[in-house]
T-cell receptor, first 114, second 113 residues
């Protein structure tokens, strides 16, 4: 069993729809959770960074963490064609100063249809 | 804030040569930087953790003599792929740790002929 599971898609939705992306993980030692957006042949761009269970909202994006279920989600409201990209979940252990590398999911390829 | 740059963005080299990739944090100091590799349609895999002023820590299966890492200052880490072979062709991405997460560079696409 891989440490982080993420459906690679592709996930295709119409413009304006609410998008739900999620990851599950097996290592309960993961404490920090991130969502990145990656366009083709580019480096990942940090979208959301969370620590505790619960919801965190930033503009059209909402990140949700459920540590008891080892399940994280990213919701995108009012999706736009420019949101079309690969979305990667990532997580790391809880060591001081952020000195741990990230463990990534495979990434979900999202397509927003105009 | 939290901008990370990489140079070069793309490099093509002959088999057997060495290639150096630079990673810089432009507007913050990064005690710790990370090097990842990404194959087509695959996720990012952590190769090594680069610590300023000390030896890098390599992930299992990554050859430290092949992938030389130097973190000489708080804003610069370099990855040198020594004696490159076609199987080393990949997308190499660095990141730097900051208070609110890890920030990635734009990546370097290495093609070994």
């Amino acid at each position: 069993q891989k440490e982080v599971e993420q459906d690679p898609g592709p996930l295709s939705v119409p413009e304006g729809a609410i998008v739900s992306l999620n990851c599950t993980y097996s290592n309960s030692a993961f404490q920090y959770f991130m969502w990145y957006r990656q366009y083709s042949r580019k480096g990942p761009e940090l979208l959301m960074y969370t620590y505790s269970s619960g919801n965190k909202e930033d503009g059209r994006f909402t990140a949700q963490v459920d540590k008891s279920s080892k399940y994280i989600s990213l919701f995108i409201r009012d999706s736009q064609p420019s949101d079309s990209a690969t979305y990667l979940c990532a997580m790391r252990l809880n060591s001081g100063g952020g000195a741990d590398g990230l463990t990534f999911g495979k990434g979900t390829h999202l397509i927003i249809q105009p | 804030g939290a901008v990370v740059s990489q140079h070069p963005s793309r490099v093509i080299c002959k088999s057997g040569t060495s290639v150096k990739i630079e990673c810089r944090s432009l507007d913050f100091q990064a005690t710790t930087m990370f090097w990842y590799r990404q194959f087509p349609k695959k996720s990012l895999m952590l190769m090594a953790t680069s610590n300023e002023g000390s030896k890098a820590t390599y992930e299992q299966g990554v050859e430290k003599d092949k992938f030389l890492i130097n973190h000489a200052s708080l804003t610069l880490s370099t990855l040198t792929v020594t004696s490159a072979h076609p199987e080393d062709s990949s997308f190499y991405i660095c990141s730097a740790a900051w208070t609110s997460g890890q920030y990635f560079g734009p990546g370097t696409r290495l093609t070994v002929l």
